[in-house]
């Protein structure tokens, strides 16, 4: 039986992983990402302790205990089964909007960088236009427009990300368009979009993986802020930041209401930072040189 020689390209990424492995941020990152992940499928198919909706209130405001291992709210619920759907529904309207603006960002940077010229400038400054508004402000614009609910919160969340990959997209499509297999490219008679698509952008992947991460970061700061102010997820699903809110008035008689969803976002929030640093270092060349 012959055996199949790896490419040059699954070397690369096994290079790529082992390089990440080896960054201790990048590292930590990705441990921290891994188990996000792992608790938000554990709320995704149904494996908490108890029905996080469902109210015990004989066992209201109680503390940490062998029963209730992260206590329980107001009502009686219990914040451990609360904490793993409500990281659910964070992590969810986190990948889905920044997949969402990715997308588009991306899209509309790379469109534009190739064009250049006078399309190039008034789409860029349509995307100055958003860079003007406080991206909570904006995203809070957006929802009072499209109004509350977790679809609405996605394309608000959306909508503040969009001119960022934009712009992540923009720069390197200038550079990457002037090289000679783009030239060779357009001499041969290959389409304009065909380059784009095709040629340019599978060049400019890097940073763009880079702003991912440290997407995915900030729109689960934005969701929780969402939420917070009563405006994204809507009872009775629970949401990280909706705990906090609901959390404000007994925190001094119930901490573990305000501790256990903040170290939540903080981990998660730290987690996809790290993992954003340690990819920079790795798939940057110029952080390569400098190391």
Do not use: C
Request: no cysteine; net charge positive; aromatic share 8%.
């Amino acid at each position: 039986m012959l055996l199949r020689r790896k490419g040059p390209r699954s070397r690369k990424k096994r290079n790529v992983l082992l390089r990440l492995l080896s960054n201790l941020s990048g590292a930590l990152g990705l441990l921290i990402v891994l188990f996000y992940i792992v608790v938000a499928l554990m709320g995704a198919f149904g494996m908490t302790p108890y029905p996080p909706t469902e109210q015990y209130r004989i066992d209201r405001l109680q503390a940490p205990n062998d029963t209730y291992r992260l206590g329980t709210d107001l009502f009686g619920r219990d914040m451990e089964s609360r904490i793993i759907k409500g990281t659910t529904n964070s992590l969810y309207v986190a990948f889905a909007s920044v997949t969402l603006s990715g997308f588009v960002g991306t899209v509309i940077g790379a469109v534009s960088g190739y064009i250049g010229g006078y399309g190039d400038n008034i789409i860029m400054r349509i995307m100055d236009i958003f860079f003007a508004f406080p991206a909570i402000l904006l995203a809070l614009l957006v929802v009072v427009v499209l109004g509350r609910g977790l679809d609405n919160t996605i394309i608000a969340i959306a909508v503040v990300y969009t001119p960022i990959f934009a712009r992540v997209a923009r720069g390197p499509v200038l550079s990457v368009k002037e090289m000679e297999f783009v030239t060779a490219a357009r001499a041969v008679g290959t389409r304009d979009m065909r380059i784009l698509f095709v040629h340019v952008l599978p060049n400019t992947i890097a940073p763009l993986i880079v702003q991912v991460s440290l997407a995915l970061s900030w729109a689960l700061l934005t969701e929780a802020g969402l939420s917070f102010l009563g405006l994204g997820t809507q009872l009775p699903e629970p949401s990280l930041g909706l705990m906090l809110s609901e959390s404000q008035g007994i925190a001094e008689i119930a901490p573990w209401l305000m501790i256990y969803p903040g170290l939540a976002i903080m981990v998660g929030v730290l987690g996809f930072n790290l993992l954003g640093d340690g990819l920079r270092d790795v798939l940057d060349p110029r952080m390569r040189r400098l190391r």
